[in-house]
């Protein structure tokens, strides 16, 4: 079964502290990992995905095979960072994505 | 092209009454998704299109949804006799397959309330 977990609903930090959002998978195959982020009052949009290993807007996310992870991270929150975000994954090809239920980013100042 | 737009934005209906939804995609697209969202959880995946013909259809799509994509460009998905279990947003996502990345990109969504 294609399953994506996140643990937290809900991270709070400070402003300048390190992120890290969990999220865990599980598919039969390669999967290919994604993060999704929604800002307030904006549409879903892509952050980043294992097979560009980028980092953009600071953040970055390493696809564990052995532990089946994907965690996001980012050495110093800020916080225009305060979001959802969703991890996802889908199989080779481009073919539907499968969500987690979200983690709500909250920076404080 | 200002993205992938989805009408109309709120729909308000009463039980047992039906509803459609548009999505339009990136002009250039080949693939359209729909997905389903309720409070609390990520997108659900529903179907999706690869031109004008329909891939997958997810368990979740009941009989009472129906999806078409006639000409592979404008879609549309069409709830007959709502339920309240029908509330949900409703989301729509295109993407280019067979050239590079095939990054699924979402509109802004069509929220369905059933009274």
């Known amino acids: 079964a294609q399953r994506v977990t996140q643990p937290e609903k809900l991270l709070s930090v400070f402003k300048g502290a390190p992120v890290e959002l969990k999220c865990n998978y599980s598919y039969s195959g390669s999967p290919e990992l994604f993060w999704y982020v929604q800002y307030s009052r904006q549409r879903l949009q892509l952050l980043l995905r294992?097979?560009s290993r980028e980092s953009i807007k600071g953040f970055t996310a390493d696809l564990n095979k052995g532990e089946t992870s994907f965690h996001l991270k980012k050495p110093f929150a800020q916080e225009e960072d305060s979001a959802m975000y969703y991890c996802?994954?889908?199989?080779?090809?481009?073919?539907?994505?499968?969500f987690g239920a979200g983690t709500i980013l909250r920076v404080k100042s | 092209d200002t993205g992938v737009s989805q009408d109309p934005r709120h729909k308000i209906t009463k039980r047992g009454q039906n509803v459609t939804f548009r999505c339009d995609p990136i002009s250039e697209h080949n693939r359209l998704y729909w997905y389903r969202q309720t409070l609390g959880q990520g997108p659900e995946f529903l179907t999706y299109?690869?031109?004008?013909?329909?891939?997958?259809k997810s368990r979740l799509l009941s009989d009472r949804f129906s999806a078409e994509r006639p000409k592979g460009s404008f879609s549309t998905l069409e709830i007959q006799r709502t339920e309240q279990g029908d509330s949900a947003m409703y989301l729509c996502?295109?993407?280019?397959f067979g050239q590079g990345n095939h990054e699924q990109y979402f509109g802004p969504g069509t929220r369905l309330t059933v009274t």
């Open positions: 996502a295109s993407s280019l």
């Open positions: 299109f690869q031109n004008e013909a329909q891939l997958e």
């Open positions: 294992h097979i």
């Open positions: 996802a994954l889908s199989g080779q090809g481009g073919n539907k994505l499968v």
